[in-house]
C-alpha cells in the first residue's frame, strides 16, 4: 500500500504534536509569530540540506518509493520529511514551554 511505510508515522506525528498542543498543553504556541518565524529559520536550512540529500540525481538518502506519496517539493524532497520536521521542532519547543511555565508556578526547576 502506497505511502504507509513512511507517510503515515509522518502524519500521525505531526497530528500528535499539534493534539498534545490543542488538547492538553494550551501553551498559545500555534498564534506566536516567534514560533512561525523559528519553523521559517528551520525550513531556510531544511530545504538546501534535505533538497542536497535526496535530490534524485544523486540522492545520498534512499527512499522505498512505495513507503511514501511520491510527492517531491522542492528539489526532490518527500513532503514526508517536512512533517517530521514539522512534529520535532514542535514537539521540542512546546515542551521547553511546558518546562517554563512549570519552573515559573513551581519556582523551581524541573528535571529533564
Known amino acids: 500500500m502506497t505511502g504507509i511505510g513512511y507517510t503515515l508515522p ?4 505531526a ?3 499539534c493534539g498534545w498542543e490543542l488538547a492538553v498543553l494550551h501553551t498559545g ?3 506566536r509569530l516567534e514560533y512561525w518565524l523559528t519553523l521559517t529559520i528551520v525550513l531556510g536550512f531544511q530545504i538546501p540540506v534535505d533538497g542536497w ?3 534524485l540525481s544523486a540522492p545520498l538518502v534512499l527512499y522505498n ?3 511514501i506519496t511520491g510527492i517531491r517539493f522542492p ?3 518527500p513532503v514526508e520529511d517536512f512533517l517530521f520536521g514539522f512534529a ?3 514537539a521540542v ?3 521547553w514551554e511546558r518546562r517554563r511555565r512549570i519552573e515559573h508556578r513551581t519556582g523551581r526547576k524541573v528535571a529533564p
Open 10 to 13: 509522518a502524519v500521525v506525528a
Open 15 to 17: 497530528a500528535a504534536v
Open 29 to 31: 504556541l500555534f498564534r
Open 53 to 55: 540529500l535526496t535530490k
Open 65 to 67: 518509493e512505495e513507503h
Open 75 to 77: 528539489w526532490d524532497i
Open 88 to 90: 520535532m521542532v514542535t
Open 93 to 95: 519547543l512546546l515542551w
